[in-house]
């Protein structure tokens, strides 16, 4: 993970570090704290308070916010312990040495009798302060030092001998208009964070740009709803395929499920495995193509949603490829999604209405049918849950069967698989040559030898060379009647009787080892289960909804292996999805909340 305020930025200089805590900030000299095994960085609070005197080493307390009238009792103290201060991996009961009461003289308050008695089992000090109504005090973790008021930010392990700065969650409040406050976010390196580089992993894209003037538009929006960005992660450079044998600029992730060994997959799989590895990140952004954040949440363990296509902004997010590109967010609780959803999407006319409609569950067997026992026992027993939360029954359903049936462009193409065997990839390759031109040119322009890429890039490249633009408008009409037809004939899109969705795998579930040999390159046919919601323009959802095991080559012991399971919707029912995948997983005793770890149990 790539963050910010890293080790390697501290030992370079003390001075300007820079970290993210809500408003950029700049710290002029950063001042370090060891609470017991738990490493600090201080900054400064801006607002003088309280001051301790006589005090010449640290001096740590807590905030309890007070109104004039207000009753402090031994039950209020209680309740701010377990939801201010229980909920906050960055207090430890150092911090409660001393608690200021904030808000009011101590005159004003009624302190009772039990709550001086609860103080004191607690063993701390404390007073009061009156404080400026227009300077609220947030309740949490403070320290003083060096005649200044500071606020302690944890300095997190992250990656390889990295770290991460996190504020304390106590001093946040989601609110209507800060719905996410608090909330902490990772971006995959080929978004925009203001002031920061965008490197998709490549040294040479690094060397050649600047460092982004503003935020991406989905970064944005988050912030302005209260999220915290505390860094960026890898991805597989140039948002491509790098299995981990083949990263040689930086070591690809490591994927924290199973015996740890396991590939990251897909081209956000920093963001997928930040989220798998660290309790004290919330929220991860990625980027989908055709598979880069479905494919990372199945081997990693976590959720995440490829949006409908066109549904949101994608300024400030790299790619090469906007008929397929969306930015999409990985995250352990599934709960949570649809107010991210909501931030993210706004009032987009291309939302779909709640749900008052029967709902139609397709069970494709082109793709079910290659599943491997355990995987497909873990999404039947979904499909179940589903058919039980509906009271409907699933339609099996054979895409290639119906296409060769319905023939959409004349019997010589009745062949899905041959038809659409380039149809997929021969646009993207054609156009992400085109578009990363002025990269090579202007690289070899101001360094005077071309870009470096890994070999896959290459090889990209040269397809995309080789597609003529007649060939790739072939194939991206091949692409625009499959969808036309998907919509009209299997979905139904227009009809206002009935909802249809699809519950589809991710891949094959079986160990993939980070270490195994470079596979072999190959075009992902647009027939692929991965192609269906990039040619569609559709919304999936893809949750973990059970968990196998098998025995590991690297360790010679059992290990937990995730499964993972796909909803697809119509355009515009992301918000839809989304909450039919909760239900039934909530309904069928299916956990929505993963856990970090080698086990999302």
């Not at 740590?60 to 009792?73: A, H």
């Not at 069970?363 to 499909?383: E, H, R, W």
């Amino acid at each position: 993970m790539r963050v910010f305020g890293s080790t390697t930025t501290q030992q370079q200089s003390r001075t300007g570090l820079e970290v993210t805590a809500g408003p950029s900030a700049v710290i002029e000299e950063e001042v370090r704290l060891r609470v017991g095994k738990t490493d600090y960085v201080l900054i400064p609070h801006g607002y003088s308070f309280i001051g301790f005197d006589s005090v010449t080493a640290p001096y740590l307390f807590i905030v309890y916010p007070t109104k004039p009238g207000q009753t402090i009792s031994r039950d209020a103290l209680k309740i701010f312990r377990q939801n201010d201060l229980g909920r906050d991996d960055v207090f430890q009961p150092a911090f409660a040495a001393h608690i200021v009461f904030y808000g009011s003289d101590e005159q004003d308050v009624k302190m009772s009798e039990d709550a001086n008695e609860e103080l004191r089992n607690w063993g701390t000090q404390w007073s009061f302060v009156q404080g400026d109504p227009l300077h609220p005090v947030a309740p949490g973790p403070y320290v003083f030092a060096k005649e200044k008021i500071w606020q302690p930010l944890e300095s997190s392990e992250a990656g390889i001998d990295g770290r991460v700065i996190v504020p304390s969650r106590c001093y946040y409040r989601p609110s209507p208009s800060r719905p996410l406050d608090g909330l902490r976010v990772a971006v995959k390196d080929n978004i925009d964070v203001e002031g920061h580089k965008t490197t998709l992993n490549n040294r040479a894209w690094r060397d050649l740009y600047p460092p982004a003037s503003k935020n991406a538009h989905c970064v944005q929006l988050l912030i302005d709803a209260g999220a915290i960005i505390v860094g960026k992660v890898k991805l597989q450079a140039m948002i491509v395929r790098e299995e981990p044998v083949e990263a040689v600029e930086f070591t690809d992730p490591f994927n924290p499920r199973g015996d740890g060994y396991q590939v990251p997959s897909g081209s956000s799989s920093g963001s997928a495995a930040a989220i798998a590895s660290y309790d004290w990140l919330d929220l991860s952004l990625g980027s989908d193509t055709n598979g880069s954040v479905r494919k990372p949440a199945h081997y990693n363990g976590c959720h995440t949603i490829r949006p409908t296509t066109g549904i949101m902004n994608t300024e400030g997010v790299v790619g090469f490829f906007p008929e397929f590109d969306m930015p999409g967010f990985f995250g352990r609780d599934l709960a949570r999604f649809p107010e991210i959803i909501s931030v993210w999407y706004g009032k987009s006319p291309m939302l779909l209405p709640p749900l008052k409609t029967p709902v139609r569950i397709l069970y494709p067997t082109d793709y079910l049918g290659m599943c491997n026992k355990d995987q497909l026992t873990a999404i039947n027993s979904f499909v179940i849950a589903l058919e039980s939360l509906l009271q409907v029954k699933r339609t099996p359903v054979s895409i290639a069967e119906l296409w060769k049936e319905h023939q959409p462009d004349g019997p010589k193409n009745a062949n899905i698989s041959e038809y659409l065997r380039t149809a997929g990839c021969y646009p993207f390759f054609h156009d992400t040559y085109v578009a990363t031109s002025s990269f090579r040119a202007d690289y070899e322009k101001k360094f005077g030898v071309p870009p470096f890429v890994h070999r896959f890039e290459h090889w990209l490249w040269d397809v995309g060379k080789s597609v003529s633009k007649e060939e790739r408008d072939e194939c991206w009409r091949r692409c625009k009647i499959y969808r036309l037809w998907l919509l009209d004939s299997i979905f139904e899109s227009t009809s206002k009787d009935t909802l249809t969705i699809i519950v589809l795998p991710i891949e094959v579930g079986k160990p993939n080892y980070r270490d195994s040999p470079e596979p072999e390159y190959q075009l992902l046919n647009g027939y692929a289960s991965l192609n269906l919601s990039p040619i569609m323009r559709a919304p999936e959802v893809t949750a973990i909804v059970g968990e196998t095991s098998f025995l590991s080559e690297v360790t010679g012991k059992t290990a937990p292996y995730p499964i993972a399971a796909s909803v697809l919707g119509p355009p515009g029912s992301d918000l839809i999805i989304t909450q039919l995948t909760i239900e039934a997983m909530k309904s069928a005793g299916i956990p929505v909340k993963v856990k970090t770890g080698a086990s999302v149990r």
